[in-house]
């Protein structure tokens, strides 16, 4: 009988040697037995906090370390916790479980950096993501979630790692793969230089540790496999946790895509995505603190925040190539309508609406991801505070950048006016009245020479304030803070069948190239924000069939005029 090959295979040898030694947890740390004893009270359902307090008292240094910890600013407890049983009636049976098992799971293995491997770094990351799940796990709305569960599976999700590290030869750890690097990344070096990989080392050693089943079967499955709708929900949120912790760690940036997956598995919005993230910064470095872990969450925020720069730098990118898509397709719209019969003047819609789609996919939905975040870690921000500082710039870059998004679409949808007879002057007065919060804030003072009575002209009135709403936020731009006059008026031209409208402020001068745009009718990707609104205004009253006009002296400050017809449309 031919004998198997695969026991002569050195790396079927070495992987079988590995998963002995793991197994057998020889010249390995090992779980203590009173922490394997608290991994086993989750199961018990007879296990009283009477009970919990004995087996945590008969460890003095377990028991010192978690009265602190309890008693620490992470709980926010009033006064002096002054024993176990205390502890629990304060924070309930599965929290003081879960902080007592955290305390000897730490315990287990080195802090700081030894032979090669940077634990600190390790048990910081494990920290994030236990704290992550655990407040997905409080938000989420189903009913079958364990939020300190989902603390201990994200604490303990790659605990196969180091396992595996230990039970190397020196040699291969020279070799071993940091913790930072990217997890397929991990994975991939394990199964091809041992024979086996992190998640199934995990998996055998939780069991070995009596972990309960939908622990250890947390442990399986990652990237999409592990959120696929047949795998069990905690194995779902605990890798929903370990993407989340590789943005604050900047492995990735891609906010809007965590965001989507966790609304999709959790039901949960995207503020109170962001606002986990957010708290978590805020409880980290405090439990850290007591599980000697070093954290600095402050130059964490730095690190998401700088690695957020970059993507909107990248959407600035993508921006301006895709405006330039977008106005061409606009061009060819505006200039082939006149001449094309109504099905190729629909398809041509279609085509356009079809790119604003892409460019929102595109664009807006990261741009919102990424500005919502940053908001929410900027509120409340002290003068010290660098990271939520930057967070705030990041935010107000991203408000920037999706305010020029949305005039861009604007610009970019098709417009046809709806014609109906309206009160022109009523029409003005209704913008002035909702920008009057920022003529006073500008210190604007304005002057309206209009008639008493009513003008009615046959007019698109959502397009027409559009128009109004534009032109007066153009003269406020050109007012600086120390104040300014803008003065509206209207005049009819009977001779000519027309009424004009006249806005005039004494600020700055308009800049040439954006007052080119006011009459460029081959837009480029550059004309953006003030430009853009001009341009946008000029499509407007010319669809009415008017025409705009402005002029922009040094030292007498800028008018723009637009004029309407009078006469009713058959």
């Known amino acids: 009988m031919p004998k198997d090959s695969r026991a002569f295979d050195p790396e079927e040898r070495q992987r079988t040697r590995l998963l002995k030694k793991i197994l057998d947890s020889n010249d390995l740390p090992g779980l203590s037995p009173l922490a394997i004893r608290l991994v086993e009270l989750a199961t018990d359902d007879r296990t009283s906090a009477r009970d919990l307090s004995t087996i945590i008292e008969k460890d003095p240094a377990l028991t010192t370390r978690l009265l602190k910890l309890v008693g620490s600013a992470f709980f926010a407890r009033p006064g002096v916790v002054t024993s176990i049983p205390h502890a629990v009636v304060l924070l309930g049976f599965k929290k003081v479980r879960i902080m007592a098992l955290t305390l000897s799971l ?8 030894r032979k090669g491997m940077d634990y600190n770094y390790f048990w910081k990351t494990s920290l994030y993501r236990a704290l992550i799940a655990q407040g997905f796990a409080r938000s989420a709305r189903l009913g079958n979630l364990d939020p300190e569960e989902a603390f201990v599976g994200g604490l303990v999700l790659e605990i196969g790692y180091l396992m595996l590290y230990s039970a190397c030869s020196e040699e291969t750890k020279k070799g071993f793969p940091q913790a930072n690097v990217p997890l397929d990344e991990i994975i991939s070096w394990e199964e091809e230089t041992l024979g086996i990989n992190q998640r199934k080392a995990g998996s055998l050693i939780l069991r070995r540790w009596r972990f309960s089943d939908n622990l250890v079967e947390s442990q ?20 929903l946790a370990r993407r989340a912790t590789e943005i604050v760690f900047a492995q990735t940036s891609d906010l809007y895509e965590l965001q989507q997956l966790t609304q999709g598995v959790l039901q949960l919005e995207r503020e109170e995505i962001n606002s986990i993230l957010s708290n978590t910064f805020e409880k980290v470095e405090e439990l850290g603190e007591q599980l000697s872990i070093e954290v600095d969450s402050e130059t964490d925020i ?25 106005l061409e397709h606009v061009g060819q719209y505006d200039r082939s309508f006149a001449r094309i019969s109504e099905e190729a003047a629909r398809s041509r819609r279609d085509i356009l609406q079809n790119t604003l789609d892409a460019v929102a996919h595109e664009i807006r939905n990261p741009l919102l991801a990424i500005g919502g975040f940053a908001a929410r870690l900027a509120r409340q921000a002290s003068e010290e505070d660098r990271g939520r500082q930057y967070a705030r710039i990041i935010a107000e870059e991203s408000q920037r950048l999706e305010h020029v998004l949305n005039e861009i679409i604007s610009y970019s949808e098709i417009y046809e006016p709806s014609f109906a007879e309206k009160d022109l002057i009523s029409i003005i007065d209704e913008v002035l009245e909702g920008l009057e919060g920022l003529f006073r ?25 559009k128009v109004l709403l534009q032109l007066f936020k153009n003269a406020i731009d050109m007012i600086d803070h120390a104040g300014g006059t803008v003065t509206v008026s209207l005049q009819t031209l009977p001779l000519t069948g027309e009424v004009s409208v006249s806005i005039s402020d004494n600020g700055r001068p308009v800049p040439d190239d954006i007052l080119n745009a006011l009459f460029d009718s081959n837009l480029s990707a550059r004309t953006f924000g003030r430009g853009l609104r001009l341009s946008l205004a000029r499509k407007i009253i010319e669809a009415h069939n008017g025409r705009i006009e402005m002029k922009s002296l040094e030292g007498r400050g800028n008018t723009v005029k637009f004029f309407l017809s009078t006469r009713v449309r058959s």
Do not use: C
């Not at 399986?220 to 890798?239: H, M, W």
């Not at 309206?448 to 397009?463: I, M, N, T």
């Open 220 to 239: 399986r499955y990652f990237g999409a496999e592990a959120l696929e709708s047949d795998k069990p929900i905690l194995t779902r949120l605990v890798e």
């Open 106 to 113: 730490q315990d287990t293995f080195p802090i700081g950096k």
């Open 302 to 326: 730095m690190r998401v925040m700088e690695k957020a720069n970059q993507t909107l730098a990248r959407i600035n990118v993508a921006m301006d190539t895709s405006i330039q898509g977008l």
């Open 441 to 465: 804030r500008k210190n604007i003072r304005v002057i309206r020479d209009l008639f008493q009575e009513p003008v009615r002209v046959p007019l698109d009135k959502d397009g027409i304030n």
